[in-house]
């Protein structure tokens, strides 16, 4: 949600041209394991396409959604997993101990680095309101490749040190690429996240 791991909000919540050329806003660029820090259900609300001009009929990707759309149900329930037992490590076991992450400023940011930064938050975190992902479309851009949008919401209570508790809101659009392996599809690459935004409840939302 969902929301990413690397923020430059400290207080923050820690990612076809067949069918679409939708491209939000750029943003963060996120290990794909990363979709999930925040995500706990998967919504589905729209898998509508834009079909460009072809010679033959449109292939019915309706079998490959549904595939895309289980492994991401089942990053989900990961995620949730790690989020209930408070432990950043499972976020990041699927990451090789080389992944490092360039920040919008250039950073790079290792894996201890990131599983240290998504623990702080973990740690700060009392109590867990809601932790929602809502797939908005699943793109074609070949036979073989997918692109994955997804809107995901994330509302906690945190304890920042030396402060009283306080309910924090955040919100992004992640990018996700999905390649197919033999049968199955799978999470590859880097996760874009697009229009990030964060807030403490107690504060007036911004346009």
Known sequence: MPVGVISQDVNATVC??????????????MPGRLLIAALSSIVVASCATQS??????????????????????????EAGQA???RDARLMFADLPDSTVV?????????????????????????RIDTMQGQVDSILFPSADEAVVWSSQRFVREMTVPGQQPRVRVS??????????EGMRWRAVGAIQEHNQRARWADEPERP
């Open 16 to 29: 076809s041209r067949e069918e679409s050329n939708r491209r939000p806003l750029s943003g963060v660029v």
């Open 102 to 126: 360039r920040t919008p400023d250039g950073r790079a940011i290792t894996k201890p680095a990131m599983i240290a930064d998504l623990q702080r938050r973990m740690d700060m975190t009392t």
């Open 83 to 85: 989020w209930a037992a």
């Open 52 to 77: 460009a001009p072809q010679s033959g009929p449109t292939p019915d990707r309706g079998a490959d959604r549904a595939a895309i759309l289980a492994v991401v149900e089942s990053q989900a329930r």
């Open 171 to 180: 919100s992004v659009v992640h990018e996700q690429r999905f390649r197919r």
